[in-house]
């Protein structure tokens, strides 16, 4: 199908909404935010449960740069098309580009060696990391609203208002990085209202379940769905996640395995 | 939660420390490709080896018209509000307030286009894009080309305006410029300032610049062929070639409202001089020029805008060689044209 460039025509131009000037930086600042916010609320959270305060930062300060790397990997894999004409473009960071279960997917990998060489428990290691990921994802997720990566597509339901994509221009769309923060939220209350007696990674693998559930849900109200062979890729990956979080959690059950929190 | 450890209160410089490293601007590309979708007109312009090419879709506020060929990329100016119009048989247009919009876009006439970041013009008004780019210099052969929209009223007749100009030093015997070639709108009768706009070919001479006129009668042999006139309210697909050696200048016109085939001028060529290492004054300029007026009497001093371009433009491409009719109709095909992604 073709469609006509008649852009020319325009009356519209992105540059003149007043949020302009806010949106361009909004992004890194609320990443900075929930980083910040993440790795003191998920290390806190570690230590309340009896963790060593220090080595679990120093693991989260390790897995942040991590989790970085991994989601840019992710979204360079998806696009390679892109790349692989331009490879200088791969680390051009600035232009955006991010996948975020790249990060979680790198992050976990590098975990196995960090948490050995820090003596952390993986499981009891990962629940806190949940919490700071979950944290850190509301913040994260408000500044992809404004900044307008990740936006929702184009709507005129009730729910949705007017905002930005990645490229500034401004419609009425569905919130998605707002739907995705309140997945977080929701994630999260549960967490620590519900499942705070459990640790040894059950906890982070049942927020890795909710999250998964949600993503898989709500992908469809993203303007822009990554796709191989017409498959929404991040609707594959929650699959595989939540799949793999729930046989994990069934087996560990039925083996007998222990959630007991460690204090 | 008091904050009972020291370390916590380097957690912050920390991320900042790791943030700065990586510099993440955002999940979606913000400059770029279409994820998942091939850039067909990027495809079919690079393959024939641009020697110069600025899309003009950089987002606003930025200063840097970016070459994709390479560096040197161009510069976004914008001249100072009134700009004058000079000497009056200069005929070069005044502009009250003058302006650079750069990320123009669409997304409510086509939806899709929201998707596409290519879809981006800039709008200049009294503003342009200058470039010095050695690998223009010495052209003999060349083909130019620019999706083009004029926003001016056209039914104020008489003045010019400049697509893109590559013009040297005026040459001193006549204090104007003499050499380089320029892609303008104006008047479709040079000696009836009443007369309709056209697309129109200069080209310096060595003493001064002169319009290449179309053979005539028009190829089309079509008595309703208005000839290459600006049309209002219509984007065009402006393609120019010229070939020293064979003594051959060609200006093909494609619009989404024209048959593709049919709109190609031959135009009578004329002595041409080319700008040559020593004699470039100020490189390639976008939306005007500053090299001087087209007319006498010359200027005493450098003026540094005339012929102000008012309007939309993308995709400006030159060449070193005059590409071949289906070539530039598959560089106006795809860049009218693109591929809708398939959800």
């Known amino acids: 199908m073709h469609n006509a460039r008649a852009y020319f025509r325009s009356g519209t131009r992105h540059s003149s909404h007043p949020w302009d000037g806010v949106r361009r930086y909004s992004y890194a600042c609320m990443l900075y935010l929930g980083a910040v916010s993440g790795i003191f609320v998920g290390t806190r959270f570690a230590e309340h449960r009896g963790l060593p305060a220090l080595r679990v930062l120093a693991a989260m300060l390790f897995l942040f740069p991590a989790a970085l790397v991994g989601s840019r990997l992710l979204f360079v894999i998806l696009h390679w ?34 948490a050995w060489v820090l003596a952390l428990p993986l499981g009891a290691l990962w629940d806190a990391v949940a919490i700071a990921m979950l944290v850190g994802m509301i913040f994260t997720r408000v500044g992809c609203l404004l900044q307008g990566c990740c936006a929702g597509r184009p709507s005129q339901s009730w729910i949705a208002f007017e905002s930005p994509n990645a490229q500034g221009v401004w419609c009425r769309r569905l919130p998605f990085p707002l739907f995705e923060a309140g997945i977080a939220a929701l994630a999260l209350v549960f967490a620590i209202r519900f499942l705070d007696h459990y640790s040894g990674g059950f906890l982070f693998l049942a927020c890795l379940a909710m999250y998964g559930t949600g993503r898989w849900v709500l992908e469809p109200t993203r303007e822009k769905v990554d796709r191989l062979a017409g498959w929404s890729v991040h609707r594959i990956i929650s699959a595989v996640l939540v799949t793999t979080a729930a046989a994990v959690l069934f087996f560990w059950v039925l083996s007998g395995g222990s959630f007991a929190v460690t204090r | 939660m008091a904050v009972n450890h020291w370390y916590f209160l380097l957690l912050p410089l920390a991320v900042l420390a790791v943030m700065s490293l990586l510099r993440f601007r955002g999940c979606a590309f913000q400059t770029g490709g279409i994820p998942g979708q091939p850039d067909l007109y990027g495809s079919a312009v690079a393959g024939d080896n641009p020697i110069a090419w600025f899309r003009l879709e950089e987002t606003p506020g930025a200063t840097t018209a970016k070459n994709q060929e390479g560096p040197p990329d161009g510069t976004y100016q914008t001249a100072a509000s009134p700009l004058s119009a000079g000497n009056p048989l200069w005929n070069s247009p005044a502009v009250a307030n003058t302006s650079l919009t750069l990320g123009i876009n669409n997304p409510s006439l086509v939806v899709m ?39 001016w009223d056209l039914n104020a007749t008489g003045k010019y305006y400049c697509v893109l100009e590559l013009a040297g030093i005026p040459h001193p015997a006549t204090n104007i410029k003499g050499a380089g070639f320029g892609l303008y709108a104006g008047p479709s009768d040079t000696q009836n300032p009443s007369s309709p706009y056209s697309w129109q070919v200069w080209v310096g001479n060595g003493l001064n610049f002169d319009r290449l006129e179309e053979v005539k009668p028009y190829l089309s042999n079509d008595p309703a062929d208005p000839g290459p006139n600006v049309e209002k309210d219509a984007a065009t697909y402006l393609a120019f070639t010229f070939s020293q050696l064979q003594n051959q200048a060609i200006l093909y016109l494609y619009a989404l409202d024209r048959n593709l085939d049919d709109y190609k001028y031959p135009l009578t060529p004329t002595t041409y001089a080319p700008v040559v290492i020593g004699t470039d004054s100020q490189g390639l300029q976008i939306g005007a020029t500053a090299q001087g007026p087209l007319f006498n009497p010359p200027a005493g001093t450098p003026i540094p805008v005339l012929y102000p371009f008012i309007g939309q433009m993308a995709n400006v491409a030159i060449y070193n060689t005059a590409l071949t009719e289906s070539q530039l109709r598959q560089h106006a095909i795809t860049g009218f044209f693109f591929n809708s992604p398939a959800n």
């Open chain 2, 113 to 151: 286009e929201s998707q596409d970041p290519f879809d981006f013009s800039a709008r200049f008004e009294g503003s342009q894009v200058v470039a010095n780019i050695p690998a223009l210099l010495n052209l003999t052969e060349f083909t130019v080309e620019a999706l083009v929209y004029a926003d």
């Open chain 1, 81 to 114: 098309r892109i790349f692989r004409r331009d490879r200088a473009r791969i680390w051009r960071t600035v232009e955006g580009g991010a996948a975020l279960y790249g990060g979680l997917i790198f992050s976990f990998l590098f975990s196995l060696p960090l």
